[in-house]
Every structure is written in structure tokens, then in C-alpha cells.
């Protein structure tokens, strides 16, 4: 302890923080806090249009799937694997349709427009009560180019197959695009 002269007072410093510096924490704070609910809202969206983006990257993965199978069994030709006219595939967008008596979408059989089902309450699914949507919100598209080679030849062996499957998620079209190559080799 120390010895103070008489007469002499000390004041003791006051501890705390101002009006300032608490405006700053509460704006670094609120800063934070905003932050955090554009994060969640984000993973919101991106968690709602995971099963639509799942479907369309499965509906794409089938019709490509459909060509290759229908060129290896032989139920349609080399020259047929184009779009019309001259090929079995219809141009530009169409619904999400079930492939028709040739096996392959979007071609001039395809039957009704796909459903999801669901199950209902008891839980299981291929019970009368089943939940049934169908696929309105989709649409598929195929293209079907022929390459060239280097000199600018069409190469006669060799083709680029696009499947372009769009649909709607929260009042926004999103796609999902695959794309692959076919040979006249099965």
C-alpha cells in the first residue's frame, strides 16, 4: 500500500464502455446475425431444389441411356439417331413424357406425361393411398449434331447427343445438361 500525502484524494479510474463502442459491437453483431440468415436462406433454396435437380439429372441420364440402348439392340438405325426431320427425335422443348412403344423419349409414341409417386400416410409405397404428381414442371429436350473432323468433314461415324431437362423451382427455371457421344459402333 502506498503512502498518500494528507489531503491529497485519488480517484478511482471508471471502468466500462462508452456509448461508442457499444454502438460498434451491437453493428459487428448485427452484421453477423445478417450474415448468418442469408447463409440459412441460401441452404434453404439450395436444399428445396435438390430433389427437383436430382430428377432432372436422372430424366437426362435416361434418355441418353435409352439411345444407346435402343442403337445396340437395333430398334432403330444409325441414320434414324437424329433429330427430325430424318430422325425419330422431335426438336425443341417437350413435356417429360413416358417413352412410347419404341422405348425412347421424346419421339412421336411418347405416352402421358410422367408421374412421381409418392408414398401416402401409411408410409409404404403401391398402396391405394399413394401420393401421385405428375411432372408438369419439367420439360426435356434432345439435340442430336453431327461432328467433323479436322478438315471440316461431317464424320460419318460419330454424333453429339445433348439432353437438356428444365424445370421450376420457387417461381425460377433452372437446367441441368448432359451431354455425350454415340458412335455407329454398338
Do not use: C
Given at each position: ?76 438405325t444409325w441414320d434414324q439417331i437424329r433429330n427430325a426431320p430424318g430422325g425419330v427425335f422431335l426438336t425443341g422443348e417437350r413435356s417429360l413424357t413416358t417413352p412410347g412403344l419404341d422405348g425412347l423419349v421424346n419421339t412421336a409414341d411418347d405416352g402421358p406425361i ?73
Open positions: 500500500m502506498q503512502n498518500r500525502p494528507v489531503g491529497q484524494h485519488t480517484f478511482r479510474s471508471e471502468e466500462g464502455f462508452s456509448l461508442i463502442e457499444t454502438l460498434v459491437a451491437m453493428g459487428i453483431l448485427a452484421t453477423g446475425l445478417l450474415t448468418l440468415a442469408g447463409v440459412f436462406i441460401v441452404g434453404m433454396r439450395s436444399l428445396a431444389a435438390s430433389s427437383p435437380s436430382l430428377m432432372a439429372r436422372e430424366k437426362a441420364r435416361e434418355a441418353i441411356e435409352s439411345v444407346h440402348t435402343a442403337r445396340d439392340t437395333g430398334v432403330i410422367e408421374e412421381q409417386k409418392s408414398p401416402g400416410k401409411d408410409g409404404i409405397l403401391g398402396t391405394a393411398d399413394d401420393l401421385i404428381l405428375p411432372l408438369k414442371s419439367y420439360t426435356r429436350e434432345i439435340q442430336i449434331t453431327n461432328l467433323t473432323d479436322a478438315n471440316g468433314a461431317v464424320d460419318l461415324n460419330l454424333r453429339q447427343v445433348r439432353v437438356i431437362v428444365k424445370y421450376l423451382v420457387a417461381g425460377g427455371w433452372r437446367s441441368y445438361t448432359l451431354t455425350t457421344f454415340i458412335s455407329s459402333f454398338a
